[in-house]
């Protein structure tokens, strides 16, 4: 939008209220140093010279942050006495769209510093968190699998530690992540241990590799998963 447009018709939205910098669209002309600014230049509008340049309007000493990044823009806009938005008229939208902000460039050097800074806080949390989360999962396991040992003491060497792992795999759905587990209750330990078992000692996943229906081929499998699971406790 250029001041030649500032007569176009009232349907037009108005450009939002502030200090404003235009890209124009037409030819234009500095109605203070008389300059020919071409297409396209950033100007403002004045009430009684139309447009000016920004070295008229003492907005040249300014440096252009386009739109995108909105923490960017606010510590910048904040640390800047003196800012503009940039607009430019969008014809298919009939309305002025923003291009971004015109600040002190100290400003901003300050906001890209601070975004550089809360980033680093930022991944410095992020791997902080990640080595907690994967120390409490590792405790979890470890306490999961000695829960198995305890109440199966008979599974074979090293089987609890699979089992735990298994079951207790992050955001799987399975037994190992319910409320039950986490508090190593008995019957989500043994329903664990059952479908380990299931899957390790039987030939269930071939019977529903071969078009078994689930629940029919776990009834098939449930006299050996029990047999299994009676060794392990050292009731036989």
Not at 86 to 112: H, N
Not at 152 to 164: G, H, M, T, V, Y
Request: net charge positive.
């Amino acid at each position: 939008m250029t001041p030649d447009d500032r007569k176009s018709s009232s349907k037009k939205q108005p450009a939002p209220a502030g200090l404003r910098v235009f890209i124009s669209s037409r030819e234009s002309v500095c109605g203070e140093c008389n300059e020919q600014l071409g297409s396209r230049a950033w100007i403002t509008l004045d009430r009684d010279k139309g447009c000016l340049c920004l070295s008229c309007a003492d907005l040249d000493h300014l440096v252009f942050l386009p739109s995108g990044n909105a923490a960017l823009t606010r510590r910048a806009r904040k640390h800047s006495t003196l800012s503009a938005v940039v607009l430019k008229w969008s014809r298919a939208r009939r309305r002025y769209e923003r291009q971004g902000l015109l600040v002190e460039d100290e400003a901003l050097d300050k906001a890209q510093q601070e975004c550089l800074d809360d980033q680093e806080i930022r991944e410095r949390r992020r791997e902080r968190e990640a080595v907690r989360r994967i120390e409490l999962d590792h405790q979890y396991v470890e306490s999961f699998a000695r829960r198995v040992r305890e109440l199966f003491p008979c599974c074979p060497q090293d089987r609890e530690k699979p089992i735990a792992e298994y079951a207790c795999r992050k955001y799987s759905g399975r037994v190992g992540r319910s409320q039950a587990a986490k508090r190593l209750d008995k019957d989500a330990v043994k329903l664990a241990a059952i479908a380990h078992i299931r899957h390790t000692e039987t030939d269930y996943d071939r019977m529903l590799a071969r078009g078994h229906d689930r629940w029919d081929a776990r009834t098939l499998v449930m006299p050996l998963v029990e047999q299994v699971l009676t060794a392990w406790q050292g009731r036989e």
